[in-house]
């Protein structure tokens, strides 16, 4: 099996859509493993390698993360003695953050904030460390919040929670059907990104929805009623 | 009652935060109306100056919006002929999007993208135009999971509507407690950009409980079976 459809470098770069000189410096960074000597110049690469450069590209893209970084989750997603859900930790803990690190000014009510996320992490029973990168930036957020002087926002936060919630359920089950590790790892982070991206543009689209209803419709049409 | 409470540009300038020369190019740029002279060099200001100051600074520093789109949704605020949804939505069409745009290449998918938000559109019912700014967001993100090899994830796309739907109903009742005109834009704003940003951290809070019940608890704990 293993000498089966093996490509040279110039046809895994045309497979992947990564060019030649990176692939090589993917290699000599420890990222990809080498390929197959076939003659003291002839390398032959397979089905992994395709996908390991695959999965490279996904978290440096989509997940806006650093080679650096990139290169401990492969150690993790390499490593058979670490569990999946340390794993996929590892992966979305290094995304980029949702929100740029709010900067922690004077009076920036971060205290609050911090209780506010203890407090919600206890009344759902989400075993997550509130200094999770998730729930510093959650944290980030809410002293935002206080900041603008919006602090009443944060009455919301349950029913965002509900959101979060139903959503994260589907995107796990989606995600439980890829079988091999490797897919697992890109899916979540392919799906953390851009599944926030879709959900941001979704919550505006309905937001647009709500406020012609509330507040009238589009040129002198008449306001919705809910029909 | 005009001229009660007002205050030299020094005080307006401590009470918003905004130093006196940013004022003063406010004022140059008409984005600010002038103070009330009363002697030849000396100006008053009052409570409107001050929350139209602090609208200004939420759309450009959490709206991240440009001093010329601040100036046009100004615009229409000050418009009494302009319908409430229409200044709404000609705030939030201008707030920085959610996700950048997506760059138009070749066999981006964007046909099928945009199909798939016109369907999503007729199938709940949203009077939104397809070629608003989240409309075209939403095309972009779909185009990109396409692009990443993960179309998969277009079929969570009512899923994430759903709770799209319920947090912007949420947002809006929300809002409307807000009377004035001008409060409503600056809660909209802030909401959207903010809110947006809450709801991603939830997210991945979410995802990390969901992980640790799915694939087993933290340092050796028990997997967790939904108690």
Do not use: C, F
């Amino acid at each position: 099996m293993e000498g089966e459809r093996t490509v040279r470098i110039g046809e895994l770069s045309r497979r992947s859509g990564v060019p030649v000189p990176t692939i090589k410096y993917y290699v000599r960074e420890g990222l990809l493993p080498a390929g197959r000597l076939t003659s003291p110049n002839q390398a032959r690469y397979d089905d992994g390698h395709e996908r390991r450069l695959r999965l490279i590209r996904a978290l440096l893209d989509v997940g806006g993360m650093s080679l650096s970084a990139i290169a401990e989750v492969l150690e993790a997603v390499d490593d058979p003695g670490q569990p999946v859900h340390k794993v996929l930790g590892a992966a979305t803990g290094r995304i980029a953050p949702a929100e740029p690190e709010q900067s922690d000014e004077a009076g920036s009510g971060t205290t609050e904030a911090r209780k506010a996320v203890e407090a919600l992490l206890a009344r759902r029973g989400w075993r997550v460390d509130a200094d999770s990168p998730a729930g510093r930036s959650l944290e980030g957020v809410l002293a935002a919040m206080h900041r603008a002087g919006h602090g009443g926002l944060v009455e919301l936060i349950d029913v965002y929670a509900d959101a979060a919630e139903a959503v994260a359920h589907a995107d796990l089950d989606h995600v439980r059907r890829r079988a091999a590790r490797e897919d697992l790892v890109e899916s979540v982070v392919v799906g953390t990104v851009l599944g926030e991206a879709m959900l941001s543009a979704l919550r505006r689209l309905a937001h647009a929805e709500a406020s012609v209803r509330a507040y009238g419709g589009a040129d002198g049409a008449e306001p919705g009623d809910g029909a």
